[in-house]
């Protein structure tokens, strides 16, 4: 990663800035689709709708576990063997998109899923689920300290910086080795909600 | 603070949650969040028009997730002292993810 960073600001400061296409760092065409994601969601949860409320917390949980851990586990690794600029072609298409993706999915999951455990009793002190769902709400805390905390600030940071004339690849490789530091916990994190909620399904 | 108050909150519902440690834990994350405040305020070399651009739509999406755990949480009936912590844990939480995001992008903001 130390030659990864070297390359990128050696990169970055050769000859006279380049154009490149502004990265639009909200992609405003996500925008509708989170907002019927969001009023599903009320609607779901307004009406007590079953089937509404088990369909966004199962696809919701589900492209967030997915997604987490296949970029954290997949294109993780392949990213860190591209070039550079193959690097930058990629994290500016990519980034913008969980921008918009990964709050939603969250929202989704997390509004569902209390309403859900409250309909079932999970939450009651004496369901036999009540001490897995403690668990689960501790697993979220942490992902949602590190995502809202530590990720989302680099993973926007990064994006304004990449929008710059002359961006500068040191600060972008340092933000971007978050990624990779808190990689191992989001993805133990995800695992440990796989096997709560499978627990919580089949007990 | 108000994450592990939020948890704290949530794990006791629909029963009533000891609001002792969870208003000591939103008082503590209130603090923080000012402290944070002052220190952007008399903040010398810095973009705050960078810092305000993001705030503010940082503040909308974290505004709209606010929105759905208040409803969550009054559609489950949770009222009184509960639901008056739980609001006000979700504005510190309001303010202070923004804050976040906002300063991490603002300090390297070259206007």
Redesign the interface.
């Known amino acids: 990663m130390t030659d990864t960073v070297k390359d990128v600001a050696s990169l970055m400061s050769d000859g006279p800035p380049r154009e490149r296409a502004k990265i639009q760092v ?1 992609p405003l065409k996500g925008l509708p689709i989170a907002a019927a994601a ?1 009023v599903f ?2 609607l779901a ?2 009406g007590n709708w079953q089937w509404a409320l088990v369909f966004c917390h199962v696809a919701g949980g589900g492209l967030w576990t997915g997604i987490d851990l296949f970029v954290g586990l997949v294109l993780g690794p392949i990213l860190g063997r591209l070039s550079i600029p193959a690097r930058a072609e990629f994290s500016a298409r990519f980034m913008p998109k969980m921008v918009i993706i990964m ?1 939603t999915v969250v ?1 989704m999951t ?2 569902t899923g ?2 859900i455990a ?1 309909k079932m009793g999970n ?3 004496h369901s036999p689920n009540h001490p897995w ?2 668990a689960s ?2 697993v979220v ?1 942490v992902m ?2 590190i995502a ?2 530590i990720l ?3 993973n ?2 990064v994006l ?2 990449m929008n ?1 004339l002359v961006p ?1 690849g040191e ?1 972008i490789g340092r933000l971007m080795k978050r990624f990779i530091y808190t990689a191992g916990i989001t993805g133990l994190m995800q695992i440990a909600t796989l096997i709560i909620m499978t627990r919580v399904a089949t007990q | 603070m108000v994450i592990i108050g939020g948890i704290l909150m949530a794990s006791y519902a629909p029963r009533k949650a000891p609001l002792g440690v969870a208003a000591a834990l939103l008082v503590a994350g209130a603090l923080l969040l000012l402290c944070a405040g002052v220190l952007l305020v008399s903040l010398k070399d810095f973009s705050r028009t960078t810092f305000l651009k993001v705030f503010k739509w940082a503040i909308f999406a974290d505004l709209v997730t606010a929105a759905m755990i208040e409803f969550a949480f009054v559609r489950d009936h949770t009222n009184g002292a509960s639901l008056f912590i739980v609001t006000c844990m979700l504005a510190v939480f309001t303010l202070s993810v923004p804050t976040t995001i906002a300063f991490t992008v603002a300090r390297y903001a070259e206007d």
Do not use: D, H, S, W
């Open positions: 909200v969001v969601v009320t949860i307004a709050p929202m997390l509004a209390f309403q409250r939450l009651y002190a769902l403690i709400f501790c805390g949602a300290v809202l905390g989302e600030p680099a926007i940071a304004f910086e710059k500068n600060l």
